[in-house]
Structure formats: C-alpha cells, structure tokens
C-alpha cells in the first residue's frame, strides 16, 4: 500500500514546479501538465484543489496560469499532503484514544504514535524550495 497517493505525488511534483518558477510569474496548466507528465485533465484538478485550500492562485488572461500563494520557504511537503488526501496517518490509534479502545495499555500504541510525530515533523520539515 502506497501512504502518498498518485494525486498526491502528481501534485508535489507540481509544486515543485511552481516553486522553481516563483517570483516569474504564472505557469499555464498545459506547460505543469507536459514538464511534471500529468494528464492536462488531472492537472487542472490538481491545481483547482491547491487553490481551494490557498497554497496557489491563479491569474487570468493570455499569460495566464497559476502560481504559489506564498513563498517555497512556506509551503511544507505536509501542506502539500494533506491539501490532496488529508493527514497521513501511520495507524488509526494514532488518531486518539476515541479510535482505539486500547490505547492507553498498548505497546504498540506508543510507538506508532512516535513514528507518526517522526512522520509529521519531518513532512513540515521539506519545504518546497527543498524539491527544487
């Protein structure tokens, strides 16, 4: 089982791209889709959802395309993640005591639950500029 899913590879693979190309102004969907090899059509939906949750913008007219909302410096590979699929989680007892029942007498628990902190430190650690 993949943790990162295809829309998610294909959308930091994007973000890549546009952190390559800040401060240049806006990239069109057709160039994103043809550099990182992504459908134009499940490029176009990639971007619709970044700009949903306001990592890029885009911008209209015969230039047009998109771009980061912000800097690479302040985009994390987690933004990135949970914008496409949500959080990652490495077990469902590590979403809380609600989810499962044992987790308060479990070993097992306690080290799932540092191996997804490890996980999620080290996701907020890359930031786009990173992947360049």
Do not use: H, W
């Not at 987690?78 to 699929?85: E, F, G, N, S």
């Amino acid at each position: 089982m993949d943790v990162l899913r295809k829309n998610t590879d294909y959308a930091l693979r994007i973000m890549g791209n546009l952190s390559g190309n800040y401060g240049r102004g806006a990239v069109s969907v057709r160039t994103l889709a043809k550099e990182e090899e992504v459908s134009y059509q499940f490029a176009c939906k990639i971007l619709q959802k970044l700009q949903g949750v306001g990592l890029v913008e885009s911008a209209m007219g015969p230039t047009g395309g998109y771009r980061l909302s912000r800097g690479p410096k302040r985009i994390t590979m987690l933004d990135v993640i949970r914008a496409m699929q949500g959080d990652i989680s490495i077990n469902r007892c590590t979403k809380g005591s609600d989810n499962c029942p044992r987790q308060s007498k479990c070993g097992v628990s306690g080290k799932l639950c540092q191996l997804q902190q490890r996980v999620e430190d080290f996701l907020v650690d890359v930031k786009l500029q990173d992947l360049l």
